[in-house]
């Protein structure tokens, strides 16, 4: 444990990704960094007042191979620490972060405390990283404390001076530091010469209840993107995908797509065998509006789940969680078109 000045507790959990190596200059190579030493590594968290406590996966992996099953030990190690801990930072390669951010938002109801992922684009070593900043303020945000009791009581993602809802998110570039955005969604806090938190943007826990772990999740979901070109060959190997039980369209604009009637027909059809339809946009801003032309009126009147302004990203991984969760057949359509964590408007 690394024992800073101040009572309170966070949480570090490292689960692999950019963020967590170091150069070795003599090879060129990357290597892990050793946590245990972080306080002798980067000096500037002797400031904060708060105590971390290090943990990691046993093999820390590249986000590319992140998959539910990792996100349920992430929420298992939040859960056997919740009590013992006032805040969490969530260190993840930012390839799939948006996407195990969402999923955690989802798996932990009732959440009270902050749980913030970060990671960098460049590794801890590097000259010029994005690491130590993405570290140090995460930390920092993590520890927030106002009347007693925690600032942020959500999970978040920051990344390059903001703090970002994180199932509102979506990585917008390989390239930048500046790698995510959330474009339906305001930022809830911004670091600068000061750190600025936006406090009629966040989620505030109304009712003192006891944290829920959701950690049954349904993978038997899917994601097909409209294009020019889509023929009735693709969707209905698609379609008929053995154990699939939900199914994202991503649509054009508002929420639009073809009209060909082979492909009204068998969405139609699937939808009447159970299986659950939901259409988002795939623009990297706005959402679905359905019913406001004539090519998204008849995805409304087949009963397609309207997504509204939610990511790929949380629609994924709500899918997952509900289905994990048995919601019914006849309530599924409500239950998600309802915001459950700020994931939609």
């Known amino acids: 444990m690394l024992n800073l000045k101040g009572p309170t507790k966070i949480l570090l959990i490292y689960t692999g990704g950019t963020i967590g190596m170091v150069k070795d200059y003599d090879s060129g190579t990357l290597k892990a960094f050793n946590f245990k030493k972080l306080l002798k590594s980067i000096p500037e968290l002797n400031q904060l007042g708060c105590s971390i406590e290090t943990t990691s996966f046993d093999r820390p992996i590249d986000s590319s191979n992140m998959n539910p099953g990792h996100w349920t030990e992430i929420a298992n190690i939040i859960e056997s620490q919740y009590e013992a801990h006032d805040g969490f930072v969530v260190l993840h390669g930012s390839d799939t972060m948006s996407y195990s951010a969402s999923a955690l938002s989802f798996m932990l109801e009732n ?52 703090l970002f809802r994180a199932n509102r998110t979506t990585k917008i570039t390989a390239e930048h530091f500046k790698a995510f955005q959330s474009l339906n969604y305001p930022t809830l806090a911004e670091s600068g010469v000061h750190l600025k938190v936006f406090n009629e943007n966040l989620l505030v826990s109304k009712h003192k209840r006891p944290l829920i772990v959701h950690k049954k999740l349904d993978n038997h979901v899917a994601i097909l993107k409209f294009f020019p070109g889509l023929n009735e060959e693709l969707l209905t190997t698609v379609l008929r995908t053995p154990g699939l039980k939900a199914l994202i369209l991503e649509t054009y604009g508002a929420g639009n797509a073809p009209t060909d009637d082979w492909l009204g027909a068998q969405l139609s059809k699937a939808i009447e065998s159970g299986l659950h339809i939901v259409s988002v946009t795939q623009c990297p801003g706005g959402g679905v509006i359905m019913g406001q032309y004539e090519t998204s009126a008849h995805l409304q009147k087949m009963q397609v789940i309207n997504g509204k302004d939610i990511t790929t990203e949380a629609a994924i991984t709500k899918l997952m969680y509900l289905l994990g969760s048995g919601v019914s057949h006849k309530s599924f359509k409500t239950v998600f078109e309802t915001p459950l964590r700020g994931e939609m408007t």
């Open 111 to 162: 959440l009270a405390k902050p749980v913030i992922f970060t990671g960098s684009q460049l590794p801890i070593g590097d000259l010029r990283t994005d690491a130590k900043e993405n570290l140090i303020t995460s930390i920092q945000i993590a520890a927030l404390r106002d009347k007693g009791g925690p600032v942020i009581q959500e999970v978040g993602l920051y990344f390059e001076y903001k």
